[in-house]
């Protein structure tokens, strides 16, 4: 996934009311910048830090930037939760993903029951529904999520596991914006319920593809699927 423009440079100053974030470009000029993350981005905040924003174009916004990646450790972790599911579309779409190629039709947003799925796609043999989550949280070498309470991320689970009781393919595909973690698995202390629901998910059938990606303030690719710990 390419970004669409030149991104711009500049230091965080601060992140606040879990939406907004404050900072320093390179000209000196303070601005305000929309963050997507609605998590705690626990291990991916820290304050002087290099940042990376796209400008917005949208007389509607109030903000006029959005903060796409953070230098954490000397290297880029991604923090827009949009940017995982365009890299999903686009990487399921061209085949690019071990396990997930020769689907000739690939589509967004597509509902099933009382939820919405990120990514659908078939062939002449399978349906495959695929949920997509955005991983920037780390400890030791674990990349873990989520890094807060999710209901939402709940909900998607069990519709999941109806989803492959009725005999479609489902995935639960976790894109990692960092290259400084080594395995996947739960973020149990944080919500302990999720990580139970993973792991009747998995028993139940549902696929799990971590898959890690190489950050840069020109583009973020997919590299390799990490093992995963449950």
Same mark, same amino acid.
């Given at each position: 996934?390419?970004?669409?423009?030149?991104?711009?440079?500049?230091?965080?100053? !601060?992140?606040?009311?879990?939406?907004?974030?404050?900072?320093?470009?390179?000209?000196?000029?303070?601005? @305000?910048?929309? &963050?997507?993350?609605?998590? %705690?981005?626990? %291990? &991916?905040?820290?304050? $002087?830090?290099?940042? =990376?924003l796209t400008p917005v174009d949208d007389p509607k916004r109030k903000t006029k930037f959005t903060w796409e990646m953070i230098k954490i450790?000397?290297?880029? @972790?991604?923090?827009? /939760? $949009?940017?995982?599911?365009?890299?999903a579309?686009?990487?399921i779409s061209a085949g690019q993903i071990p396990g997930l190629e020769e689907y000739t039709i690939?589509?967004?947003?597509?509902?099933? $029951?009382? %939820?919405?799925?990120?990514?659908?796609?078939?062939?002449? +043999?399978?349906? &495959?529904?695929?949920?997509?989550?955005?991983?920037s949280m780390k400890q030791n070498e =674990?990349?873990?999520?989520?890094?807060?309470?999710? /209901?939402? $991320? +709940?909900?998607?689970l069990? /519709?999941?596991i109806e989803v492959k009781k009725q005999g479609m393919r489902a995935v639960m595909l976790y894109i990692i914006q960092r290259s400084d973690v080594?395995?996947?698995?739960?973020? !149990?202390?944080i919500d302990p319920e999720y990580a139970a629901l993973l792991k009747e998910a998995f028993a139940a059938g549902v696929e799990i593809f971590p898959m890690q990606a190489k950050v840069t303030p020109h583009k973020i690719t997919l590299v390799k699927k990490l093992p995963f710990e449950l």
């Amino acid at each position: 996934m390419k970004f669409e423009k030149e991104l711009i440079h500049g230091t965080l100053i !601060k992140r606040y009311k879990r939406f907004l974030a404050d900072i320093e470009l390179d000209t000196g000029e303070v601005v @305000v910048a929309h &963050c997507t993350n609605s998590g %705690s981005m626990k %291990s &991916c905040l820290e304050n $002087g830090a290099e940042v =990376y924003l796209t400008p917005v174009d949208d007389p509607k916004r109030k903000t006029k930037f959005t903060w796409e990646m953070i230098k954490i450790n000397g290297d880029w @972790v991604g923090i827009n /939760t $949009g940017n995982p599911n365009k890299l999903a579309f686009e990487a399921i779409s061209a085949g690019q993903i071990p396990g997930l190629e020769e689907y000739t039709i690939v589509r967004r947003e597509v509902k099933f $029951g009382d %939820s919405r799925f990120d990514v659908f796609a078939e062939n002449k +043999q399978e349906k &495959c529904f695929v949920e997509v989550k955005n991983v920037s949280m780390k400890q030791n070498e =674990y990349a873990l999520f989520p890094d807060a309470i999710t /209901t939402r $991320g +709940q909900k998607h689970l069990k /519709t999941l596991i109806e989803v492959k009781k009725q005999g479609m393919r489902a995935v639960m595909l976790y894109i990692i914006q960092r290259s400084d973690v080594e395995i996947f698995a739960p973020a !149990k202390e944080i919500d302990p319920e999720y990580a139970a629901l993973l792991k009747e998910a998995f028993a139940a059938g549902v696929e799990i593809f971590p898959m890690q990606a190489k950050v840069t303030p020109h583009k973020i690719t997919l590299v390799k699927k990490l093992p995963f710990e449950l």
